[in-house]
Structures are given as C-alpha cells and as structure tokens.
C-alpha cells in the first residue's frame, strides 16, 4: 500500500511563527505536491515538484515555500504565518495518474 | 484558464442512485479523475476517464464526453458510508502538469 505520512495532524502556531510541515511518501514517486483545502473553495495547489529539488509554484505560492532535498520527503514552509493561512493542508504524492494523499495537518494560526 | 463546476451539495436516500455531474473548461485535456473524501478524512482516488464513455468500477462508474466537456460519477446502491465529499479534478497538460480540481460536491445519504 502507498503510504504518505505527514508530520503532525494538528498545529497550532502564532502570528510571525516560521513554520515546517514535513510530508514523506514511501513509494518513489517523482511528483509531490502541496494543498491547501478551505471549506468551499475545494483543493488549491500550492506548490508541487516532480523532482528532486525542483520546484514550481502552483495556484497559491504566496506566502509558502517548499524544499525537496529528498526524492521521498517534501516540506511546505510557511516563512512567518499568518491567520488567513489557518486551514488544512494536505500534502500528495503520483507517479502517473492518481494521486495519493496523506492525512492532512490542520493548521490553526493564533 | 481552467475551471470545473460541479454541484456543492447533493442528498439521496439510501439504496437509490445518484449523478453528480462535472464540466470543465481547460487549455487542454488529459483526463478527468474523481476522489472521495470522507469528514475528517483524506481525498481517495475513485475512477480516471481518458476516453469518452462510461468505466465501471463495483457501485461506482464513472462517464466522460469530451465534446460536450462533461463527465459524471455515478453511485449506485447508495449506502451511508457514501456520504463524503466527491471532486471532479482534470489534467490539462502531460507528464508533471498537476491536477486541477473541482470544488466538490457533498453527498448525504440519507435513510
């Protein structure tokens, strides 16, 4: 079974925090990516990279960064949180059509 | 740009059947997936259409028609444990072009 793994499922943080979500998948893929998932706005991607220490901006990059140093393990950074980045985050990995995600860290940003 | 649309909520009962229908606009077109997603849970993968027409995979299939820029899931059976949410999501590009989703519908299966 894929498995992706994501380093905590709940966090809370303060306003100017920097802060580090560490997501690992154990199946080789070469694409990771990075959500961000808000109540009725659905799945928006952040950042994704289909190689090691690639990376390309998705939908939403600002604010984010990612680091890929690892072809298993893709962090997202958040550089100095902020409120309006409360939300769940969900990190995924592919090698071809589907995608597999991990569990989620829901992030709170006091 | 691409947008998907698809309906934000849906209720049945238990034991029918229910659409939830998705139309894209993309650049390009590689294939429509769809995912469930269950309260508290991560998205799943459920079905990919490349060609026009209709998979089926136990109670769920899945249907494409690229003219008209349209593909539905359907479930069948409709069991509790369907409720979840459910996204449409198209690749518009090949090889690393990411996923872009829909904005999901919610199933509730009511009894």
């Known amino acids: 079974d894929v498995k992706v793994t994501q380093s905590s499922r709940y966090l809370v943080k303060r306003t100017g925090e920097k802060v580090f979500l560490e997501c690992v998948q154990d199946?080789?893929?070469?694409?990771m990516f990075w959500y961000r998932q808000d109540p009725g706005l659905g799945l928006r991607l952040i950042y994704f990279?289909?190689?090691?220490?690639?990376?390309e901006k998705g939908d939403i990059p600002e604010g984010y960064s990612v680091s890929r140093e690892k072809k298993e393990r893709f962090s997202l950074i958040l550089e100095s949180a902020s409120t309006n980045q409360t939300s769940m985050y969900l990190c995924?990995?592919?090698?071809?059509?589907?995608?597999?995600f991990g569990p989620g860290t829901r992030l709170l940003v006091l | 740009g691409q947008s998907l649309e698809q309906p934000s909520e849906v209720t049945a009962v238990e034991g029918a059947i229910v659409q939830i229908n998705c139309t894209y606009q993309?650049?390009?077109?590689?294939?429509l997936s769809w995912y469930q997603q269950h309260d508290g849970g991560a998205p799943t993968f459920l079905s990919y259409?490349?060609?026009?027409g209709l998979e089926e995979t136990g109670r769920f299939s899945s249907f494409l028609s690229r003219s008209d820029s349209y593909g539905y899931l359907l479930l069948q059976e409709l069991q509790m444990k369907d409720s979840a949410s459910y996204f449409c999501?198209?690749?518009?590009?090949?090889?690393?072009?990411?996923?872009?989703f829909g904005k999901g519908t919610r199933l509730s299966v009511i009894a």
């Open positions: 199946m080789d893929h070469e694409n």
């Open positions: 993309t650049s390009g077109f590689y294939g």
């Open positions: 259409n490349a060609l026009d």
């Open positions: 990279s289909y190689d090691v220490k690639m990376k």
């Open positions: 995924a990995s592919s090698s071809s059509e589907t995608q597999y």
């Open positions: 999501a198209v690749r518009d590009g090949t090889g690393n072009t990411p996923l872009v």
